[in-house]
T-cell receptor
Framework: DAGVIQSPRHEVTEMGQEVTLRCKPISGHDYLFWYRQTMMRGLELLIYFNNNVPIDDSGMPEDRFSAKMPNASFSTLKIQPSEPRDSAVYFC?????????????FGPGTRLTVL | AQSVTQLGSHVSVSEGALVLLRCNYSSSVPPYLFWYVQYPNQGLQLLLKYTSAATLVKGINGFEAEFKKSETSFHLTKPSAHMSDAAEYFCAVTASGGYQKVTFGTGTKLQVIP
């Protein structure tokens, strides 16, 4: 199994630009999570999906952030417009079907730098 | 709501010495507890988990953790540190009744001194 796949691994953009982060969960996992990690705030859950449906987006910082999961094998996290304070490492994770409290498998992350 | 507190953002140990990383939790219902490890430039991976079975949980790479309800603690230990253990460690909690989102601690960076 290839594990959780994220792209791009690194993204450098200028303030005001749109940024799209991509995630492919492990096949068969029906929970998908987006996290943000910064030195100041640690690891924060932004949103999670169950069977492609957003369940809890209370961690999404503001309307500039949006996430979609059009099918079981793909999710996007979009920031529009981006700001320097959005610079962070964004992780996608997925978990086993039927056992959401079980292990979450993390992708390698996307390091976003907004200039 | 649940939360975890990790005491000490940085811990240094000598190679071969005991590793002790502290985690205290708060939960209004019986918790499930996890330790994850993050190596540089990688995502988190599960070390071990407690889900109300045995209170002493053994994980990968020789780590173990003991759930102590009376102390609301779930400290991570390893008898003998290895250089490869240098990483950041995260304690996490979720509620056992119905799915609740997992809440992660702020992390503890472990440095192993040769």
């Amino acid at each position: 199994d290839a594990g959780v796949i994220q792209s791009p691994r690194h993204e450098v953009t200028e303030m005001g630009q749109e940024v799209t982060l991509r995630c492919k969960p492990i096949s068969g996992h029906d929970y998908l999570f987006w996290y943000r990690q910064t030195m100041m705030r640690g690891l924060e859950l932004l949103i999670y999906f169950n069977n492609n449906v957003p369940i809890d987006d209370s961690g999404m910082p503001e309307d500039r952030f949006s996430a979609k999961m059009p099918n079981a094998s793909f999710s996007t996290l979009k920031i529009q417009p981006s700001e320097p304070r959005d610079s962070a490492v964004y992780f996608c994770a997925s978990s086993n079907p039927g056992t959401p409290r079980d292990e979450q498998f993390f992708g390698p992350g996307t390091r976003l730098t907004v200039l | 709501a649940q939360s975890v507190t990790q005491l000490g953002s940085h811990v240094s140990v000598s190679e071969g010495a005991l590793v002790l990383l502290r985690c205290n939790y708060s939960s209004s219902v019986p918790p499930y507890l996890f330790w994850y490890v993050q190596y540089p430039n990688q995502g988190l991976q599960l070390l071990l988990k407690y889900t109300s079975a045995a209170t002493l949980v053994k994980g990968i790479n020789g780590f173990e953790a003991e759930f102590k309800k009376s102390e609301t603690s779930f400290h991570l230990t390893k008898p003998s540190a290895h250089m490869s253990d240098a990483a950041e460690y995260f304690c996490a909690v979720t509620a056992s009744g119905g799915y609740q989102k997992v809440t992660f601690g702020t992390g503890t960076k472990l440095q192993v001194i040769p």
